[in-house]
C-alpha cells in the first residue's frame, strides 16, 4: 500500500507475522496494509472505540481483504481470543501503552514481537521494557515530528540508563541525529546554560554526550 506518511510506512514495513494484530488501529492503514502487502496471513484489528475500528472494516472492504480481518472492539488485547505472534501498538501514549501490556501479560498474551510506537512519554515505556530485547529503537521525522519506533520481544535486559531518554539508535539513521540537534537548537534558544533547571540540564548534558559520540559520523 503506498504511504505518504513515513510513520506508517516504517511500522508497517516491520511487520512479519502469521497471525497479527493491530491494537488501536483507528482508521487501519497497518491492519489493513499488512494483509495486502503479504505480511500477515490473519490479523486482528482491534480499538477500544467501535467508531474508530467501523473505519478499519470498510477499508478493509476497499481493499478486498476483509476475510482475512478479525475486528475486535477490545482495551489492548483483552478481546483478542488467542496469543498472536505479533502486534503493533502504535499512536498511543507510553503510559497507555505500558497498561496495555501489563493487562497482556496477566493474560499470558505478549506476542513474540512487539512494535511500537508511543507518540509520547516514550522514556517511560523505555523505561518499563527491562524484560525486553529490544531488536530496534529508532527515529522516523514524519510531518515535521519525531516518531519512535520500537521493536521488542520478551527475554532480554531493556535499555542501559543513557539509552532510556532518547532511545539506542538501532539501525542508525540520520532523523535521530536530527531530532538531537533541533532539541539542543530548541534547548540552548529557551536556556542560558546557568538558567537550566536541573531536568533540563540532565537531558542537556546526554545531548552533549551523544552529540560527541556521533560526531565522527555526523560532522
Ligand atoms: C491516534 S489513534 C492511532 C491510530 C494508528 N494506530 C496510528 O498509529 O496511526 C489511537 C487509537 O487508539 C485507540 N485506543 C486508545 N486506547 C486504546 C486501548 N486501550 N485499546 C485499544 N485501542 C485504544 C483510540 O480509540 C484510537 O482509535
Known amino acids: ?7 506508517l510506512r516504517a511500522i508497517l514495513d516491520e511487520v512479519n507475522a502469521r497471525v497479527f494484530a493491530d491494537i488501536g488501529c483507528d482508521h487501519g492503514y497497518i491492519a489493513v496494509g499488512a494483509l495486502v502487502e503479504g505480511r500477515a496471513e490473519k490479523v486482528y484489528a482491534a480499538d477500544i472505540s467501535e467508531k474508530s475500528l467501523a473505519k478499519a472494516v470498510v477499508l478493509a472492504r476497499e481493499k478486498g481483504v476483509f476475510d482475512r480481518l478479525v475486528p475486535v472492539v477490545s482495551d489492548g488485547f483483552e478481546r483478542i481470543p488467542e496469543r498472536v505472534d505479533s502486534a503493533v501498538i502504535a499512536g498511543l501514549g507510553g503510559l497507555e501503552t505500558i ?4 493487562n497482556a501479560e ?3 498474551k505478549v506476542p513474540e514481537t512487539l512494535i511500537m ?5 516514550a522514556k517511560e ?3 518499563y521494557l527491562g524484560a525486553y530485547r529490544i531488536d530496534k529503537d529508532y527515529i522516523v521525522r514524519s510531518g515535521g ?10 527475554g532480554g535486559e531493556g535499555y542501559s540508563a543513557d539509552e532510556v531518554m532518547f532511545g539506542k539508535n538501532t539501525p542508525p539513521g540520520g532523523d535521530f541525529i536530527d531530532m538531537i540537534l533541533s532539541r539542543r537548537r530548541t534547548l540552548e534558544e529557551r536556556f542560558s546554560a546557568r538558567e537550566m533547571p536541573p531536568n ?6 546526554e545531548i552533549l554526550g551523544i552529540c560527541s559520540k556521533y560526531k565522527t559520523r555526523y560532522p
Open 200 to 205: 533540563v540540564k540532565r537531558e542537556y548534558e
Open 106 to 108: 496477566k493474560q499470558y
Open 117 to 121: 510506537c508511543p507518540h509520547q512519554h
Open 125 to 127: 515505556l523505555r523505561a
Open 1 to 7: 500500500m503506498a504511504f505518504s506518511d513515513r510513520r
Open 145 to 154: 515530528k519525531y516518531y519512535p519506533v520500537i521493536v521488542a520481544r520478551r
Open 99 to 102: 497498561k496495555i501490556l501489563e
